[in-house]
């Protein structure tokens, strides 16, 4: 890594285990599976219950195009802390696209989860990803900027279109009726990009 | 993916905040950098750190932040899920704030790792929100409950 403008980003400290946390193709759904400790719950979790997650398991998580063909993974999520909701998953296409550097800032709402829950679903060809607004991976561009973000959107809304991705973020979502079984118990997967995080 | 730069302090990635940190207006933070955050209260005590942040997939919404408090390098400490609605932000400090005292913390309705609740539970829910409302007014519960 090259020195970062500190100003533009504080922590620019993506353990490296986090590099294979993001191998794993399964980080979201299943936790609830992988944990039997809460007696009140059956094997199979509703639907509601199974919609609350780590985000350490939305993070590493795949994306696929609309035919199921893997285009790239989350990286990361950005969380606006007011509106208490991801703004954006940032995701990287590298490797596939040859632009290994770069990640995009793609809206939550713009992403579907897929059917297995084990991965997100883009509904962008390669063509929409190739001229979507990025950014350097080691230079964030300072999210809060009303112009970066509008124009994320104004690009994502058009391309994608799925219902409304308000200007900035996303619309404040009405809570789902129940919330999800979070039960992630002591063996719940890898936990290496938290032990990377310097305790 | 962006290999660990030792040069550079472990906090919070803010990735654009207003000035004025506690008026209207976007602030924006990293999950990933989230992660192991300390956690203070505005006296300043530690209250612990970050253990998970947990997220409403369909709605993209931040449910929870799960807080591990005491403890030794993760051994013996007990965990407190906290309403996300709680915690400010310290853009000076870099940091999370949750406004509670920290014997109250200690008193609060925790788990330890091995025995995570079930957040779908109404009940648990609503004692959670309800505990932590009294710690900060600004903490409602969740619709549907």
Redesign the interface.
């Known amino acids: 890594?090259k020195?970062?403008p500190?100003a533009l980003?504080?922590?620019?400290?993506?353990?490296?285990a986090?590099?294979q946390e993001?191998r794993r193709e399964s980080p979201?759904p299943s936790n609830t599976a992988s944990?039997p400790?809460?007696a009140?719950?059956s094997a199979k979790?509703?639907p509601?219950?199974a919609?609350?997650?780590?985000?350490?398991r939305?993070?590493g998580t795949t994306l696929r195009d609309a035919k199921q063909k893997k285009i790239g993974n989350i990286?990361?999520?950005?969380?606006?802390?007011?509106?208490?909701?991801?703004?954006y998953a940032?995701v990287?296409f590298g490797g596939i696209l040859g632009v290994g550097r770069k990640l995009h800032a793609i809206p939550?709402?713009a992403l579907e989860?897929g059917d297995d829950g084990r991965h997100y679903i883009l509904h962008a060809d390669r063509e929409t990803i190739n001229q979507a607004p990025s950014f350097d991976?080691?230079r964030?561009?300072?999210?809060?900027?009303p112009k970066w973000?509008s124009d994320i959107d104004r690009y994502w809304n058009r391309m994608v279109g799925r219902g409304p991705l308000s200007s900035?973020?996303?619309t404040s979502?009405?809570?789902?009726?129940?919330?999800?079984?979070?039960?992630?118990?002591?063996g719940t997967g890898p936990r290496s990009?938290?032990?990377?995080?310097?305790? | 993916?962006?290999?660990?730069?030792s040069?550079?302090?472990?906090?919070?990635?803010?990735?654009?905040?207003?000035p004025n940190f506690t008026g209207?207006?976007?602030?924006?933070?990293?999950?990933?950098?989230?992660?192991?955050e300390k956690v203070l209260n505005p006296r300043g005590d530690r209250l612990g750190?970050i253990?998970?942040?947990?997220?409403?997939?369909?709605?993209?919404?931040?449910?929870?932040a799960v807080l591990s408090h005491g403890g030794i390098?993760?051994i013996g400490d007990k965990l407190f899920?906290i309403p996300?609605?709680a915690?400010t932000?310290d853009a000076g400090r870099?940091c999370l704030v949750l406004d509670i005292d920290a014997e109250r913390l200690r008193r609060a309705p925790g788990f330890d790792?091995?025995?995570?609740?079930?957040?779908?539970?109404?009940t648990w829910?609503a004692e959670i929100h309800d505990y932590y409302r009294g710690a900060d007014n600004q903490v409602k519960p969740?619709?549907?409950?």
């Open positions: 890594m020195p970062i500190v980003l504080l922590a620019l400290l993506l353990p490296a986090h590099a993001q979201a944990n400790a809460p009140a719950q979790p509703s509601q219950q919609s609350l997650y780590r985000s350490t939305i993070i990286k990361d999520l950005v969380l606006d802390r007011e509106r208490g909701e991801i703004a940032v990287s939550w709402q989860v991976m080691a964030w561009p300072n999210m809060a900027d973000s900035n973020k996303l979502g009405t809570p789902a009726p129940g919330i999800g079984a979070a039960s992630s118990g002591p990009d938290m032990q990377s995080s310097g305790r | 993916m962006t290999p660990p730069n040069s550079v302090a472990r906090r919070v990635r803010i990735i654009g905040d207003k209207p207006g976007p602030q924006v933070i990293a999950a990933e950098s989230l992660q192991g750190e253990e998970a942040i947990m997220i409403d997939v369909p709605t993209g919404r931040i449910a929870y390098m993760g899920a996300w609605e915690f932000l870099h790792k091995a025995h995570w609740p079930s957040m779908a539970d109404p829910s969740q619709k549907g409950i």
